[in-house]
Nanobody, 122 residues
Framework: QVQLVESGGGLVQAGGSLRLSCISS???????MGWFRQAPGKEREFVAA???????PRYADSVKGRFTISRDNQNTVTLQMDSLKPEDTAVYYC?????????????????WGRGTQVTVSS
């Protein structure tokens, strides 16, 4: 059973930056990994994902150009978040896909972290 632990969340002013990290306890070298987020009163939504080798990063339109996903090694994925906006406030979840290539649908992911809170003040 893969376990994921996120870190790096916190409180930041609008325009600031945060870097989220996710470490997997299991073998995820063949799996795509991604980030999702859930704001209060809203459904969980896709943020970013990359292939098993860190290739073909994809992003939600709302974060494109501001967020960068990277696969640091087989078991670690990071999300660099720049130019943060109040609407980025949410709990951010790391996830591991069943597949090698990235996807935006949460149904493709079968392991989830417990989440880390990101709060952006205006």
């Amino acid at each position: 059973q893969v376990q994921l632990v996120e870190s790096g969340g916190g409180l930041v002013q609008a325009g600031g930056s945060l870097r989220l990290s996710c470490i997997s306890s299991g073998n995820t070298h063949s799996n795509a990994m991604g980030w999702f987020r859930q704001a209060p009163g809203k459904e969980r939504e896709f943020v970013a994902a990359s292939d098993f080798n860190g290739g073909s990063p994809r992003y939600a339109d709302s974060v494109k150009g501001r967020f960068t996903i990277s696969r640091d090694n087989q078991n670690t994925v990071t999300l660099q978040m720049d130019s943060l906006k109040p609407e980025d406030t949410a709990v951010y979840y790391c996830a591991v896909s069943r597949f090698a290539y990235s996807a935006a649908a949460s149904i493709d992911y079968n392991a989830w972290g417990r989440g880390t809170q990101v709060t952006v003040s205006s």
